[in-house]
């Protein structure tokens, strides 16, 4: 059977108070949008619909979907309307599954649920909710069977007593929804078309209408401001560390820990509080990332000790590296085996041979560095001349003195040696010592300044 997805995207979001379009709000990182195109994908459909209306040209400019086709519904005329919007791509031998782009945490087992409801009538899912406020309630008959969908304006007080809710999910074949949804009109307090309505047009006419229980409130919660965005995020969160925690990894407190993008982890990774993990992260086997620390973008080889409060983006770690605390590494940073990057250390385009020492403030940036030198601190390379970016080579072995200043471009070869405090400007040789500074001088009888009166 044909599978085809219809998500609906095109609502305005007042309450969001935004000028961000509501799917483009952000959970884990990524647009709400994201993460239901996410979900569908996984489903395998044969189309994958999104209806678009209020900034609808930033959603598409923003979601990469190469497999999405957008559907523009011009005029918000409700729920019932945009899914119509959407009705001509849809085979007439699919089977059809309404998604919102604003419930971002739901999961594939209950769409699966869904669609084989779908099979009998219409399948849709519900919850029961201990604050049902503001949402569809789930009339049921006397034989217990679904009924109609109340919307919380158009309820009785008796009605709004109902705790189970109409998550806006459902899958019906194409054959079934199509002629209700033909029929539906917008006799209610909004004046809108309510997807909701097949519901009751389903039932009176004989066509069974399934009920797939949500895993939990959580998943299946929509955003409509930022206080239940706020709670998505923190749900989301919990979900990833639980994640994270069942693959074997060690959490301080999985409440401290937000990811935003993927983190890929080996065995015996012990992550501390308060760490943000963003884009693509993989580390490997018995890394440790310490409290305070943001890793962007970045490959931790095993063994990687990241200390407290550093800062990794866009970084490969060789194993057993330790950085930090307060290291800053930044983009196209590549280190060896074994490399020590220090407190106030910042790399930038830094490539650092293995068992290279860089303990303390300094600041290496577009350099090669070979193995096992020691950069002493205070050393900075001077890679700026104002127009240009100049590049540092250093040898193997070399050992850079405290408080000197690199002067780009510049070769300091194997084995060589550079004197505490020194500007260097031309190329040293393998294993001479270059002096860039003023020599001392002492002056005798030297008589200080004295106070005046
Ligand atoms: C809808 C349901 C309600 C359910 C609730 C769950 C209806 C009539 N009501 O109410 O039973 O409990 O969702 O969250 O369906 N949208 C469009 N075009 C429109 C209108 C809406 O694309 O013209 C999209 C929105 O972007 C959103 C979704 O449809 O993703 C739901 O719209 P919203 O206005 O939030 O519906 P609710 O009133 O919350
Ligand atoms: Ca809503």
């Known amino acids: ?28 990182g990524r647009p709400l949008l994201e993460h239901v195109l996410n979900v569908a994908s996984d489903l395998s459909p044969d189309t994958l619909n999104v209806v678009i209306g209020h900034g609808g040209a930033e959603v598409k400019a923003r979601i990469e979907a190469p497999d999405v086709a957008w559907v523009d519904q011009a005029e918000r005329k409700g729920t019932g309307h945009a899914v119509i919007q959407a009705m001509d791509n ?13 419930v971002p945490l739901i999961e594939k087992t209950t769409l699966e649920q869904c669609i084989a409801a779908a099979s009998d009538g219409i399948g849709i899912v519900t919850v029961e909710m201990s604050d049902p406020k503001g949402l569809g309630r789930i009339l049921r008959g006397a ?21 189970e809710v109409n998550t806006g999910i459902l899958a019906a074949s194409n054959a079934t929804l199509a002629p209700l949804l033909a029929s539906i009109e917008t006799h209610n307090s909004q004046g809108e078309y309510y997807l909701t309505d097949v519901i009751s047009l389903a039932a009176s006419s004989g066509t ?61 990774c012990f992550i501390d509080i308060n760490v943000v993990i963003e884009g693509t992260v993989a580390i ?69 041979g293995a068992g290279t020492k860089a303990n303390h403030l300094a600041y290496l940036g577009d350099s090669t560095i070979g193995a096992e030198c020691n950069i002493g601190a205070g050393t900075v390379t001077c890679n700026y001349d104002g127009v240009d970016k100049n590049e540092t080579h250093i040898g193997d072995g070399v050992f850079v003195g405290t408080n000197s200043t690199l002067v780009a471009p510049l070769t300091i070869d194997e084995g060589a040696y ?5 500007t260097i400007t031309s190329k040293v040789d393998s294993e001479d010592l270059a002096v860039g500074r003023a020599r001392q001088r002492n002056i005798q009888g030297w008589v200080p300044p004295t106070k005046r009166k």
Request: proline share 4%.
């Open 143 to 163: 034989d217990g069977r679904i009924s109609a969908i109340i919307e919380e304006q158009d309820a009785t007080e008796q009605q709004r007593t109902i705790k």
């Open 284 to 352: 490997g086997d018995n890394v440790s990332i310490g409290p305070g620390c943001v890793v962007t973008d970045s490959e931790l080889a095993d063994g990687v000790v990241v200390e407290a409060h550093s800062v990794v983006e866009g970084a490969i770690v060789g194993s057993r590296c330790r950085l930090g605390p307060f290291a800053r590494v930044r983009p196209g940073t590549e280190l060896a085996e074994g490399a020590r990057i220090g407190n106030f250390v910042e790399t930038k385009k830094a490539i650092i």
């Open 90 to 102: 849809v085979d007439p031998s699919a089977t059809v599954l309404v998604l919102y782009g604003d």
């Open 208 to 268: 069974q209408v399934t009920g797939v229980n949500a895993i939990c409130p959580e998943e299946v919660q929509g955003i409509n401001d930022h206080i239940q965005l706020a709670a998505v995020e923190r749900d989301f969160q919990r979900r990833e560390a639980e994640r994270l925690m069942v693959s074997g990894v060690t959490l301080a407190d999985p409440a401290r820990l937000d990811l935003r993008g993927t983190l890929t982890a080996g065995r015996d």
């Open 418 to 422: 550079v004197a505490a405090g020194s």
């Open 1 to 28: 059977m044909r599978l085809e997805v219809i998500v609906l995207a095109a609502g305005e979001g007042t309450r969001m108070q935004s000028s961000i379009p509501k799917v483009l709000h952000v959970v884990g």
